[in-house]
């Protein structure tokens, strides 16, 4: 243990001295996880090259002259893929100049795309990715309009190229949220919505010589044009929806916007309406461990959620959606963990083991039309793998060892930093503010 | 003087009199005696009417026993009846021939969790407007308010929290709006149609206080004292002082008699916080300004039993120590607000390291049913930093420590014989991810079995719902 332990750091040390694009990295001896639903591979390799995954699981030779990363005794995954998140928007959430997740007083909604408030140095980045999440899925919160504009996929690296895909989908609340902002009613959310993609669509069908832009028009013209991808399908439409019969009113809008690409988000309420979800082929980041009737739209919210989706053969995943979505993305591999806890309560339904990682890795990549890039490692995919000292679902392991497009990632952070200071409270000969 | 709290703020009430002529009438009873009876403050008009619920004598052998105070016992026996703990010990420990004997091998026992910082009941689910009852925000000074007063039984939480988190006793605390927030209530998990059918008999009443940015900003955003950190001093300081007077008053009144003071309902709250006999809560982030309410509790002669949310009891686990004050901390929240920003997920592991007083609280209805994953991972990050921390002091991280700081640890907390049988199985070690709590006794009753949907709490609420019923 000791021995591959001393070898890992080694290894990690080298690494973290070149760069490592054009370099080959071979991760052997490890547990696998190929983080699309298989099985763990034990004793498998991962091959690195130029920051991509070019094989992964048994039998994979080691190329000559690859750097070899002796991973014995440890788990080796792709990086976790946080769901749904606000990371990189917000350092402290209740102080409003460090809070760029919203712009309640702002004149624009659709249009606003994260891209330029995301900040690759916030500290929950950094603490994140020393948890193992190399990716995140990054929304807006809606200000005073049911859009909330374009969200985009980042990773964690300890560099300033945070933006993975930038404008990767609109996102819009017509749940209570919804409601509330469209001004106290569901029926004037969907209105809005309806009102939106009318308006988005003129503008497109103007732009191609047909009537302009009405002067009448409810969104102004940035909003609208933010919005014909979303009407031509070109872009994803991440729907937060909780209730069953709203999950229902979102299927029914491809019957008048029939390119709508829609994913939900949310959607506790998921299991009762869950074959219609299936049968729509409509994806879902759900929240794993709603349980309670926290609002009235969540009235039917169980743990089982998710389990019962999937069986029902929905494309389902994890987000952590207004939950603690700034900071702590790394409790999804706690709460996929709980939804492979579920299998043995009776009557309950949950995620096998390589379900619920997929949950975390894979399977938002999925939902956002990514995997074929991400959140897996499978060959092609963008090298981020994660090291572990143990299960990743469990609650007492942690990483030893991150990489994002193949780049040994620093685990070092503020909290780290804190935890070093005042591993031993007292002072020594000089004040804490030395020690460091 | 805006808080008039020596003002008279209600009628003289003249109750809980211990020897009421019962042939006088109420009214005539001031009114044809020149000499006034003697009144006291009855320190208990709204007692608890909690009875356990029937029990058979049950036995649970061959399983993992965490016994909340430190200790663990593999291959044990558990054996409980008419409510109370009988015996824990090895393997060789009897069992009576005739009772109900459940074999838990591969299984884990724990006392049932106790957490310290709840609001379930004050601030229910759904979280309407019309349910949120757990600040009284209309003034920095509250002590007159009673988080019992607020509780709703039906609360779909109380049943999460005991299905899914083993959770049997809990204290609801009122929110932190307020330097003095009032009293919490300590409750047994039980489903109840009554706040005092849930009320932990013989438990103390505690105090809630408040430290840092909320006080401040909620009344310096009105343009009211405290706007600042200092300002919440200031309020503190002159309170209690008000409160000593109070409490000198009665104290004369008690050794010579004659008028009675007017009663001040907050105070009766601070009197017996003075008195020592309702424990002190206090929502404190910062290490300094928990330095200063140390101070401050000396200055006007109290104990702090707990501060909440301490994410900094880190950097002054040594002092909290010395002044035996536990630390109620979460595992690894941080950054949602200022005095948040330095919480690291070593802070229980610290705090424990330094042998100060540990525990894991929730203040979520949703951590509540996964304490003991919080502590597993607040334990798996002290292991990694190098600190020698046994599963078995993790699990006193939510039992007997909590215990101790809401003082109750003389009836519940632990697995020693003659204590209430509150107690949980759990399906694996309640330290891995993949454990849940597969059956829970409150006072030796089976209120949550796994095995049987019968034993699954339904809130009046939750019925006629969609989902009602359902493993949750």
């Known amino acids: 243990m000791m021995r591959s332990l001393l070898s890992l750091s080694v290894a990690a040390a080298a690494l973290l001295a070149s760069p490592v694009l054009a370099q080959t990295v071979a991760i052997t001896g490890g547990k696998v996880v190929i983080g699309d639903g298989s099985a763990p591979i034990e004793g498998g390799t991962v091959v690195l090259r130029d920051g991509k995954v070019i094989a992964a699981g048994s039998g994979v030779a080691v190329p000559a002259g690859a750097q070899v990363v002796d991973a014995t005794g440890k788990w080796v995954t792709p990086g976790l893929f946080a769901g749904f998140s606000r990371l990189g928007l917000v350092e402290v959430e209740a102080v409003n100049e460090t809070n760029d997740s919203s712009a309640s007083r702002g004149e624009f909604s659709a249009a606003i795309d994260v891209t330029p408030a995301i900040n690759p140095k916030v500290s929950a980045v950094a603490v994140n990715r020393a948890a193992g999440i190399t990716r995140a899925v990054v929304a807006p919160i809606a200000p005073a309009a049911i859009f909330a504009g374009m969200g985009a996929v980042i990773d964690l690296g300890d560099d300033y190229n945070a933006v993975t895909k930038g404008r990767a989908f609109q996102f819009v609340e017509l749940g209570e949220t919804g409601s509330a902002k469209a001004g106290g009613s569901r029926a004037s959310a969907f209105l809005e919505f ?243 | 003087m805006r808080y008039g709290y020596l003002a008279p703020l209600a009628a003289i009430a003249v109750v809980g009199c211990a020897n009421t002529t019962s042939a006088e009438g109420p009214s005539s009873a001031s009114a044809s005696a020149p000499k006034a009876e003697k009144v ?88 309407v407007a019309a349910h949120s009852d757990g600040n009284e925000a209309t003034s920095p000074v509250t002590a007159d308010v009673w988080a019992e007063h607020s509780v709703w039984p039906q609360d779909p939480g109380f049943s999460r929290a005991l299905a899914n988190g083993g959770v049997t006793s809990l204290q609801i605390l009122p929110g932190s709006a307020n330097l003095f927030g009032g009293r919490s209530v300590t409750l047994k998990n039980v489903p109840a149609r009554t706040m005092q059918a849930m009320k932990f008999p013989g438990a103390p009443y505690g105090l809630k206080m408040a430290c840092g940015e909320n006080p401040k900003r909620v009344y310096g955003s009105r343009n009211q004292k405290p706007a600042s950190r200092m300002g919440n001093l200031a309020v503190n300081r002159q309170t209690w002082a008000r409160a000593a007077e109070y409490k000198a008053r009665w104290d004369e009144y008690e050794r010579k008699g004659g008028t009675p003071p007017a009663r001040d309902i907050g105070m009766d709250t601070l009197k017996a916080a003075l008195e020592g006999k309702i424990q002190i809560h206090n929502h404190c982030y910062r290490a300094d300004e928990m330095a200063i309410v140390i101070d401050m509790a000396k200055e006007f002669g109290y104990k702090v039993s707990t501060f909440h949310h301490a994410v900094e009891s880190y950097k002054i686990a040594d002092l909290l120590r010395e002044n035996n004050i536990c630390s109620a901390v979460w595992a690894d929240w941080w950054g949602f607000k200022m005095e948040s920003y330095d919480g690291i997920p070593e802070n229980a592991a610290i705090i424990q390291n330094a042998n100060a007083c540990t525990i894991i609280h929730s203040d979520d209805q949703d951590q509540i049913q996964r304490l003991n994953q919080e502590a597993a991972k607040a334990l798996g990050d002290g292991r990694r930093m190098g600190f020698n921390i046994s599963d078995a002091t993790a699990i006193r991280w939510l039992t007997y420590n909590p215990a101790m700081a809401m003082g109750i640890a003389d009836k519940t907390g632990s697995l020693k014989p003659g204590k209430m049988a509150d107690v949980v199985l759990w399906n694996a070690n309640p330290l891995s991810v993949y454990a849940r709590p597969e059956k829970v006794w409150v006072d030796g009753a089976l209120l949550y079995d796994a095995n049987d949907p019968k034993r699954r709490p339904v809130s009046d609420f939750e019925l006629g719902q969609p989902g009602e019923g359902d493993t949750k």
Do not use: C
């Open chain 1, 194 to 436: 309806r009102n939106a993609l009318i308006e988005a669509r003129a503008l497109a069908n103007g732009q191609r010589g047909v009537p302009a832009h009405p002067h009448d028009a409810l969104l102004n013209r940035q909003d609208a044009a933010a919005l014909v991808p979303v009407v031509n399908g070109e872009m994803r439409l991440l729907v937060h929806v909780e209730r069953a019969a709203d999950i229902l009113n979102v299927l029914k809008l491809r019957e008048e916007f029939p390119a709508l690409k829609l994913v939900l988000a949310g959607v506790s309420e998921g299991w009762l309406v869950a074959n219609q979800i299936a049968a729509a082929g409509v994806p879902v980041i759900a929240s794993a461990l709603n349980d309670l009737p926290s609002e009235f739209e969540k009235t039917a919210a169980t743990q089982s959620n998710i389990g019962r989706m999937k069986r029902a053969g929905v494309t389902v995943s994890i987000g952590m959606i207004n939950d603690n979505d700034a900071h702590r993305l790394h409790y999804s591999p706690q709460y996929a963990g709980n939804l492979v806890a579920l299998q043995r309560i009776p009557g309950a339904s949950g995620l096998t083991w390589d379900q619920a990682f997929a949950a975390i890795s894979s399977g938002p990549a999925q939902a956002l039309g990514i995997d074929a890039m991400l959140g897996s490692l499978k060959p092609g995919r963008q090298g981020d793998v994660v090291i572990w000292d143990g299960d990743p679902l469990e609650l007492s392991s942690a990483p030893v060892a991150v990489m994002i497009d193949g780049v040994q990632q620093p685990l070092d952070n503020r909290q780290a930093r804190l935890r070093d200071r005042y591993r031993t409270p007292q002072e020594g000969a000089l004040p804490k503010a030395y020690d460091r």
């Open chain 2, 40 to 127: 006291s403050i009855n320190e208990n008009p709204y007692p608890s009417t909690y009875k356990p619920y029937p029990g058979q004598p049950t036995a649970i052998r061959n399983v993992t026993i965490f016994d909340g105070e430190g200790g663990q016992i593999d291959n044990g026996v558990v054996f409980f009846t008419d409510g109370k703990i009988t015996a824990v010990g090895d393997a060789n420990t009897p069992i009576p021939a005739d009772i109900m004997v459940l074999d838990g091998t591969g299984k884990f026992v724990t006392p049932g969790i106790i957490d310290i910082h709840s609001h379930l009941g004050d601030y229910p689910s759904p979280g």
